[in-house]
């Protein structure tokens, strides 16, 4: 009998539930604990309904083996995931980026004038657009000397292409000043906002799997890295795995910066700045002086 056609979401068996988050983990490192069956319930059910399928049982064989099983992943992934974000997002964290940390590290780089900011899952790119205008307006007339390189990764094909085209809704602008609309945005016919050409100029886009750490090497050594709001959907392994690679990819005196509900207990890699509200980290300060 077909689980999808009665009203509400399709009912999905302990052991299908057990199958289904595995995969999940697998491939994202996010982990849907005990009782969060009904969540994939209810994001997957329209799918279920769209591939005729019957059950989550057709549904685990389409994304283990066959052809479509990526393309499915990434469908799946995009109806899963939390993608909310917006331009300016956390403002009294963001002050400590610019008025703290970037003043520092532009100082510590002027002989070499290279600076590279990575914005790790950073969905439809408005927080790597939001470093590029606070870089942007910190360097002024300097920029043009400096080579700057922002990246902004994250797991999902959909955010990227939306990252990428630069443009946005009404929501995504609501926490921005009207000074900075003004000044690095334009507004379109139909009311949405286009980035300034040359704040998008600033900004890569890739796609990276967090839990590829190994991957995320041939990267390079980043400055400061962005990786908020995203941590909180992995399990314990999978967020010590990524903030080891972080330790690896980041400068001796990098900034890692995370979101205001994750906290980072490994005082042996991180300390912990003061400022309140930053929510942000250096490398531990034992690891820094055996390196000079
Ligand atoms: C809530 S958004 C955070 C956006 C932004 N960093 C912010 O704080 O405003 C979380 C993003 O993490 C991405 N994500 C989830 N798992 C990921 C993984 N394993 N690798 C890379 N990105 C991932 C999702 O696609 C989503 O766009």
Known sequence: MSTTTTAGPAKMTEEQFTKLRQ???QRSGIWFAEGKK?????????????LEMDDFEQYAM?????????????????????????FFRNQPQLDVFEN?????????????????LWSAACSSGEEPYTLAMMVHRSLGVRLPDWHVEILGTDLSQK???AAESGEYGQYAVSNTDPLILNRYFQKTPTGSYTIDPTIKSMVRFERHNLKDTLAARRHGEWDVIFCRNVMIYFDQPMREGCLKMFHQMLADDGVLFIGHSETIRLPELYSARSEPHAFAYTKAENEVSHVA
Do not use: C, H, W
């Not at 319930?41 to 769209?50: A, D, G, M, N, V």
């Not at 389409?62 to 990526?70: A, D, H, K, Q, T």
């Not at 703290?100 to 590279?116: F, G, H, N, S, Y």
């Open 100 to 116: 703290k940390v970037l003043p520092i590290l532009l100082e510590a780089r002027k002989a070499t004038k290279r600076l590279r």
């Open 159 to 161: 955010m990227l292409l």
């Open 62 to 86: 389409l994304l283990s083996i066959g052809p479509y099983r990526e393309d499915e992943f990434n469908e799946m992934f995009s109806r899963i995931t939390i993608n909310e974000t917006s």
């Open 23 to 25: 995969i999940i983990y």
């Open 38 to 50: 009904y969540v994939l319930e209810s994001r997957l059910t329209q799918r279920l309904k769209q």
